[in-house]
């Protein structure tokens, strides 16, 4: 046997699977190819341990779950070693940068180092598949055209998830660090997009009674960065969708019809993939009855299915590289191409349907929502007593009584749905009642 080196990894036992996974990632990320022996020492003494089907398919499922994008071949058999069986691990593929429990390592000789952000950037800017160099192209803005503090949070988040290694000291530096400068010194498109102050992208939002744009109902634009964006799209949703109300101890649990981490998931994706570039069109919220659609005007590279990424069939196809590395560095994103992964493993635990749609204009994401939730009784319940919500709605009404229903909705932070109901409830009880028509009318309290 040869010794470890770029491309040979032994570990004693599977004890230390998670260190193995990590090598085989290492070694595809220097080498594309590499073996893993579990039963041999580093001094290439054989280990013996028990091995059974049970034992190799434990291993094949903890490779194929943590290493992403799955290697175009992976082999987990058992071979002889000086009359012990010990198991060999075979993986190549090409499709790098590959990651092993959402971290990027190289190899180096026979060890595993975590890919500093200079290698893990040059990684993605070599894949051919990148869409366009438009992030790269440079501005005319200025530092004080930076929101230094959006900028000052994200390198401190970056630090903290231990995916940079610098401390701020002012905005040329960190957005340098970003690589978000070009060697003339001009701030790059993405870095403005990412942290500029002049709110550069428009985001479309809407929200519908029924599961039509012919019955009135709230539009909006909203414009920001792409942090701000982000965090709009992601609260506009949570507002305008329905929660179950539990009480666990002496706490109330409230519960989004959609889990929220796959609603953050799938409005991260639509900014990290979106054409900016595109004239005329924009990424959209809509909220309907029925569904939420969430749109960006970027279709998926060559028409490929989520699936294959979230099945690890294919790495992820990055067309902002610069805007998606700056979201990896501060946690937006996890492991690039993992998002679909996760937002479809947390539908099917929850009873989510949902249903996305890839053409030429662009992706479009759709959450069924669950008619439990609109129908519940118990959701949200009103007692005898006016409650804190109740009073929320009063107080907002004694504010401004031309307020509609989707204002108290955003003010409040609760959907239209659990609105309406408390505002039903109050006119039952003679405490409120409409004055006029929906659109010229107001409310006054009684």
């Known amino acids: 046997m040869k010794d470890e080196n770029k ?169 340098t660090k970003l690589d978000l400068i070009d060697e003339n010194g001009k701030i790059k498109t993405a870095g403005y997009y990412l942290f500029g102050k002049g709110k550069p992208i428009t985001l479309k939002e809407a929200n519908y009674p029924t599961d039509s744009r012919t019955e009135f109902g709230e539009i909006k634009e909203f414009k920001g960065n792409v942090f701000e964006c982000i965090t709009e799209a992601i609260s506009y949703i949570l507002n305008h969708i329905s929660f179950k109300s539990d009480i666990i101890g002496f706490q109330r649990i409230d519960t989004p019809e959609i889990p929220k981490q796959a609603i953050r998931e799938i409005v991260v994706n639509s900014f990290a993939h979106s054409k900016y570039d595109v004239k005329g069109d924009y990424n959209q919220i809509v909220v309907y009855k029925s569904s939420v659609r969430i749109y960006n005007p970027g279709s998926i590279y060559k028409n490929l299915d989520p699936m294959k990424f979230a099945s690890s069939q294919v790495g992820s196809k990055i067309r902002n590289i610069l805007i998606a590395s700056v979201l990896y560095k501060c946690g937006y994103i996890d492991a690039f191409g993992t998002g679909f992964d996760r937002t479809f493993t947390l539908c099917i635990k929850n009873n989510i349907k949902y249903e996305y749609k890839n053409d030429d204009f662009g992706f479009t994401f759709i959450f069924y929502r669950d008619p439990n939730y609109l129908n519940d009784e118990i959701n949200d319940k009103i007692n005898d007593k006016i409650n804190e919500l109740d009073e929320a709605i009063l107080s907002e009404i004694r504010n401004n009584k031309y307020v509609t229903i989707p204002e108290l909705g955003n003010k409040i932070a609760k959907s239209n749905a659990t609105i309406y109901r408390h505002v039903g409830q109050l006119i039952k009880k003679g405490m409120l009642r409409r004055i006029g028509s929906r659109k010229t009318g107001y409310w006054e309290i009684l």
């Open 7 to 175: 491309t040979i990894e032994y570990k004693k036992s599977l004890a230390q699977l998670k260190e193995g996974v990590i090598s085989l990632s290492s070694m595809l990320n220097k080498s594309h190819k590499g073996e893993l022996f579990f039963g041999i020492t580093p001094e290439k003494k054989p280990f013996k341990f028990d091995i059974s089907k049970k034992t190799l398919a434990d291993l094949s499922n903890e490779i194929r779950t943590n290493l992403k994008p799955l290697p175009i071949e992976l082999d987990v058999e058992v071979v002889k070693f000086e009359g012990i069986d010990v198991i060999r691990v075979y993986v190549e593929g090409d499709d790098t940068p590959y990651s092993a429990y959402g971290r990027y390592y190289y190899r180096v000789d026979d060890g595993d180092i975590s890919m500093s952000n200079d290698q893990l950037q040059k990684y993605f800017e070599k894949k051919e598949n990148n869409y366009s160099k438009w992030e790269d192209k440079p501005t005319n803005y200025s530092y004080d055209d930076i929101d230094e503090d959006l900028l000052i949070n994200v390198i401190r988040t970056a630090n903290d998830k231990g995916r940079l290694n610098y401390v701020y000291r002012g905005i040329g530096e960190a957005l």
